[in-house]
């Protein structure tokens, strides 16, 4: 059975940094891409960032594009994303989510495309 379990959420104040992390069991995320997705209340989940484990091209959401950084660890079977510069605007729940396939450098920030998800993670920055 797959899991996907994220940590490293928590308060903190705007101008600060989190790093989330997302710990695969069951399977490894390579060589399929990972993503993150964030839900903020009242709104839709959207994409926030996601890597290709091959050749390892990562994309961004234009609202976090320069501050957050998405990484993995190989050996630990693990996703980070580092948010850093953080807004009251990025609130929400961040969801860590794992495909099953190839897929290009369009569709990676498609929900559609992945199989997994976490349960989620609680980021909350205050102003």
């Known amino acids: 059975q797959v899991q996907l379990v994220e940590s490293g959420g928590g308060l903190v104040q705007a101008g600060g940094s989190l790093r989330l992390s997302c710990a695969a069991s069951?399977?490894?995320?390579?060589?399929?891409?990972a993503g993150w997705f964030r839900q903020a209340p009242g709104k839709e989940r959207e994409f926030v960032a996601a890597?290709?484990?091959?050749?390892?091209?990562?994309r961004y959401a234009d609202s976090v594009k320069g501050r957050f950084t998405i990484s993995r660890d190989n050996a630990k079977n693990t996703v980070y994303l580092q948010m850093n510069r953080l807004k009251p605007a990025d609130t929400a729940v961040y969801y860590c989510?794992?495909?099953?396939?190839?897929?290009?450098?369009?569709?990676?920030?498609?929900?559609?495309?992945?199989?997994?998800w976490g349960h989620g993670t609680q980021v909350t920055v205050s102003s």
């Open positions: 890597i290709m484990w091959n050749p390892g091209s990562a």
């Open positions: 069951g399977r490894t995320f390579r060589p399929y891409p």
């Open positions: 989510a794992g495909g099953d396939s190839m897929r290009s450098y369009t569709d990676i920030a498609l929900e559609s495309v992945y199989d997994y």
